[in-house]
């Protein structure tokens, strides 16, 4: 990651999706493997307990593994090699069973999916502060008057917190969209490569279901090797959350210019969004690039998706931490509001001023608010991710 793109990425979401955590994370999978394995017969206790007690990345070399996944092309090549080396320091019989019937594309990406659920439950926190500062804000300037502004015609009278349930909605819609689909993408992969599974015999089912348990992934119907669709959906709503987010940055941007000042100056935070929301519709192209494979295993699809949903998930958390923290943050100018409004007003002919400020929509606007925030109230708000 170069110096620039740093500023756009959060330490915590870069943590996640760093070398150690994503090696902890293959080492958490293959010890769900060999613990799932052994209570279903298929290895000994004592050989699963000895896989289980060396998967602790304490006792890796990461940065030496990371050098040689260069040259390897992939990470779970020289982590299974070096897991059973060191498993077989301790327990010679138990390092032969070590990745049991599973091939390196399972480690990958499962180890992908607990990282990722990772930085989704980053994004939820801040996504759900969002919410609930956008919902007190419409809440307390209900009936604050305020230009709304449009392209090409004249502004007429809303008030500031219909502007605000119009910012929530979207937000709210993708906050369920994405529980539904991280449910759907965060899934186990065992048995991506045909026949990998056959060496479990008719227990690959089971081991399949324990480790989704104990990993708190998605158990998957089939493997989905070369059937990306769930995850693609998930990358198309990170990709509407952050084009919504950066729908709101853009406004207050704008309401916060020198020349309009009815929020308080923003700084920086918008601007992160807003870069966010121009790199994020890139990333999806690629993603969604990988769902024409050949046949059983894409000669370049796999590794390129591999690379860019990182990148995606670090833009998506960066947009909603700096919104998360420019909310909590902002303050409303009343006055400038009335201000603004009233020199509006009085630049218009007496007919015009009477069509776009008549007092009715005033008051039409705080209705809707306030039924607009009693819909989203009603609206189901899930559990948060579990990372």
């Not at 293959?26 to 289980?52: D, T």
């Not at 998957?220 to 709503?237: F, G, K, M």
């Not at 005033?362 to 948060?384: F, I, K, M, S, V």
Request: proline share 4%; hydrophobic share 45%; net charge neutral.
């Amino acid at each position: 990651m170069s110096i620039f793109e740093k500023f756009l990425a959060t330490p915590e979401a870069t943590e996640a999706l760093g070398d150690q955590n994503f090696v902890a994370a293959m080492l958490q999978f293959e010890a769900a493997l060999a613990r799932a394995q052994a209570q279903v017969g298929l290895i000994p206790l004592s050989v699963a307990q000895s896989i289980i007690g060396t998967c602790k990345v304490d006792l890796f070399d990461v940065p030496k593994l990371v050098r040689e996944s260069a040259r390897a092309r992939c990470m779970a090549s020289p982590l299974i090699k070096s897991l059973r080396e060191t498993v077989g320091l301790f327990n010679e019989e138990a390092a032969a069973f070590v990745h049991f019937g599973c091939c390196p594309q399972d480690l990958i990406d499962s180890a992908m999916a607990l990282v990722t659920g990772q930085v989704l439950a980053l994004v939820q926190t801040d996504l759900e502060q969002i919410i609930q500062r956008l919902t007190r804000l419409a809440e307390r300037h209900a009936a604050d008057p305020v230009l709304a502004r449009a392209p090409w015609q004249s502004s007429a009278l809303a008030s500031f917190g219909w502007i605000c349930t119009q910012w929530t909605a979207p937000l709210v819609r993708c906050r369920q969209r994405l529980q539904v689909r991280a449910g759907q993408a965060l899934c186990v992969q065992l048995g991506g490569a045909l026949g990998t599974q056959a060496e479990m015999h008719d227990k690959g089912p089971q081991v399949l279901a324990l480790m989704a348990a104990e990993l708190k992934l998605t158990a998957p119907a089939l493997s989905w090797q070369t059937q990306r669709d769930e995850q693609v959906a998930l990358a198309c709503e990170l990709g509407l959350l952050v084009g919504s987010l950066g729908r709101i940055a853009k406004d207050i941007a704008r309401m916060a210019h020198t020349e309009i000042a009815e929020l308080n100056p923003v700084g920086a935070a918008c601007q992160v969004t807003l870069v966010a929301a121009q790199r994020v519709p890139q990333r999806l192209a690629t993603l969604m690039t990988g769902l024409s494979q050949e046949q059983e295993h894409g000669q370049d699809h796999w590794q390129c998706g591999l690379a860019e949903w990182p990148a995606l998930l670090l833009s998506t958390h960066a947009a909603t931490r700096s919104m998360a923290q420019l909310m909590a943050d902002l303050q409303v100018n009343r006055a400038r509001m009335r201000s603004n409004l009233e020199a509006r007003r009085a630049s218009l002919s007496a007919k015009e001023a009477a069509d776009w400020f008549h007092p009715a929509l005033g008051e039409r606007a705080t209705a809707l608010t306030h039924q607009h925030l009693q819909t989203l109230a009603g609206t189901p708000a899930e559990a948060a991710y579990q990372g």
